[in-house]
């Protein structure tokens, strides 16, 4: 239990960082000067680190004995919200704000480092603690991968604050916990003409809300009701003139599931509709289909080891069930090279006025739960090393 103990004492480090990364956020790739006070604090501990991936940090955490090695990530970049919080720690980078507690993310594994470092000599194996940057643009973990921070590693760990969940609650149960994100384009091409006479032209519009329409029976027709699915058109731009028939439209938008092999047939299923349903107006559409993460899967194995480290250090009411979220996490990426978890653990306190969702303009957590997530780190760490 020495892990819990030692959090305990770092708590006020901790918090102390996080309200730090909390008043310098910085977005996507630009991750300057959290990166910088990261290996600032590492050099401080005396524990070795690699930087990698632009703004992204790798250290490691070398236990007394050989034996296997284990990755923690955080993710550490802001977004581009205005903060409307009014606390002393307030964002000093107008437009740019911690709004899904990454800073939180960082802090936390700065004091897991503190934790492991004076426990080394207990520990058998090596611990890798990944600081990446651009988690919000889902590119920060594909960098980090290859740039061969998994290289070598048998299991990796990571842990989102949830605003969802209870404050002292952590859920980390087995299978789909986050939905895979990709994107998508859609370029229509029809024929320009008058208003009024909209046989002589080919409308673009009719057809993309066409496209808009047809689109959502691949959730509601092709895919089994017992697999959640999302296809969301959030962009649809078309038109210059009130009696001019568009000669384009332009449609964006985001597929979401929880199943690698649906997530392989979405752009087929996709390109089918966009197709055949301009070539029903007697337009032509082409899709763009961007990967972006995959879904997240926690691990049998990783997902039991992480519900005994949760019940070790703050017993069994702790553990928490929660559904799973069609939000993605690129923690996703990491996934794919070891088997692993990612642990939700709550923020939510009423309270304090922490209950506003994650990207919110008043999103905050209860910083007590930043001694839960460090101790969990740490633990998890130990008990899948010295297991
Ligand atoms: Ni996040």
Redesign the pocket.
């Known amino acids: 239990m020495k892990s819990g103990n030692l959090a305990k004492q770092y708590k006020d480090y901790v918090i102390n960082l996080r309200r730090e990364f909390h008043m310098h956020p910085e977005a996507s790739w630009d991750e300057v000067r959290t990166s910088g006070r990261v290996k600032e604090e590492l050099t401080k501990m005396g524990i070795p680190f690699k930087e990698m991936a632009n703004t992204g940090v790798m250290a490691i955490i070398k236990g007394k004995n050989e034996g296997k090695t284990v990755a923690l990530r955080a ?1 550490m970049d802001a977004l581009q919200v205005k903060e409307q919080n009014e606390v002393p720690y307030c964002s000093k980078n107008e437009g740019i704000m911690h709004a ?3 800073d939180g993310h960082t802090a936390m594994l700065l004091g897991a480092a503190k934790i492991l470092n004076e426990m080394k000599d207990n520990i058998k194996g090596t611990v890798r603690l990944i600081f990446q940057p651009a ?1 919000e643009m889902a590119q920060g973990a594909n960098a980090m991968v290859e740039a061969g921070c998994m290289d070598g590693v048998d299991e990796v760990f990571g842990i ?1 604050l949830w605003s969802d969940l209870e404050h002292g609650k952590v859920s980390v149960e087995a299978g789909p916990r986050m939905a895979s994100a990709d994107m998508f384009k859609i370029k229509v091409k029809g024929k320009g003409g008058h208003g009024s006479l909209p046989h002589q032209g080919i409308d673009a519009v009719v057809t993309a809300s066409s496209i808009v329409m047809d689109l959502q029976s691949i959730v509601s027709r092709e895919i089994s009701p017992l697999e959640p699915a999302v296809v969301s058109v959030g962009v649809l731009k078309s038109g210059t003139r009130f009696n001019v028939i568009s000669s384009e439209a332009v449609l964006e938008g985001t597929t979401r599931c929880f199943s690698p092999e649906i997530r392989k047939r979405f752009p087929k299923m996709m390109e089918r509709i966009i197709k055949n349903t301009a070539e029903s107006y007697r337009a032509e559409a082409e899709l763009e289909y961007t990967l972006g993460t995959p879904p997240t899967i926690n691990e049998v194995a990783s997902s039991n080891r992480a519900i005994k480290t949760v019940e070790k250090l703050y017993g069994p009411d702790a553990v928490s069930l929660m559904e799973k979220v069609t939000g993605g996490e690129d923690f996703a990426v990491y996934l794919e090279k070891a088997p692993g978890a990612i642990a939700f653990v709550g923020v939510r306190n009423e309270e304090k006025g922490s209950c506003y969702p ?1 990207h919110h303009e008043r999103f905050n957590i209860d910083e007590d739960a930043l001694e839960t997530g460090t101790a969990l780190y740490a633990q998890y760490a130990i008990d899948f090393l010295n297991d």
């Open positions: 993710d899904c507690g990454h988690e989102h994650h």
